[in-house]
């Protein structure tokens, strides 16, 4: 029940979020390498993706 509901989660993500989750959560890929990939400091990108995992982790709190 948990998985689908991260699915769902995940899912409801805009593009540009969904795909940093999947890239660096799915897809093994480095911070850095995603940062080079999207043109933006590491720095960025570990901002973007704390703030994605706050929503994520805000839509999921009734799972704990």
Do not use: G, P, Q
């Not at 999947?22 to 720095?43: L, P, Q």
């Not at 703030?51 to 839509?59: A, T």
């Amino acid at each position: 029940m948990i998985i689908e509901a991260v699915r769902t989660a995940i899912s409801n993500l805009n593009e540009e979020e969904r795909e940093i989750i999947e890239r660096i959560y799915f897809n093994d890929e480095s911070i850095r390498s995603v940062a080079d990939n999207k043109k933006i400091s590491h720095t960025t990108l570990i901002k973007r993706k704390n703030k994605i995992l706050e929503k994520l982790k805000e839509v999921l709190k009734d799972f704990r």
